[in-house]
């Protein structure tokens, strides 16, 4: 997990869009939010934070192929303490290991 979350910034996700939508309400919790097509728009207090996304071509290592999915996320009139907040407890819910 970061210290700091900025407005706007860019993930890549090791996931499918179908396993992506399964975990997205449990990481967003309790508030609300409204999904528009490959977006949703969570509300965060007074300010909202717009998560984007689209497939990208899978990773291949030799003769795995790991899905990814590219992720934006955007925040606007959200402080640094709740975007941190957020992010923490979103980061944890999507957490994925092995073992």
């Not at 090791?14 to 609300?32: K, N, Q, R, S």
């Not at 939010?33 to 996304?53: H, I, K, Q, S, Y």
């Not at 497939?55 to 640094?80: E, T």
């Amino acid at each position: 997990m970061q210290s700091d979350y900025p407005e706007t910034f860019e993930r890549e996700m090791g996931c499918t869009v179908d396993e992506w939508l399964g975990w997205l309400p449990a990481a967003i919790g309790d508030h609300p939010w409204v999904r528009d097509g490959d977006a949703v728009r969570v509300n965060l207090g007074a300010g909202t934070l717009t998560l984007e996304w689209r497939p990208l071509p899978p990773r291949q290592i030799a003769l795995i192929r790991l899905p990814r999915l590219w992720v934006r996320f955007a925040f606007a009139g959200v402080d640094a303490d709740m975007r941190r907040r957020f992010m923490r407890r979103f980061d944890l819910y999507m957490q994925r290991g092995g073992g």
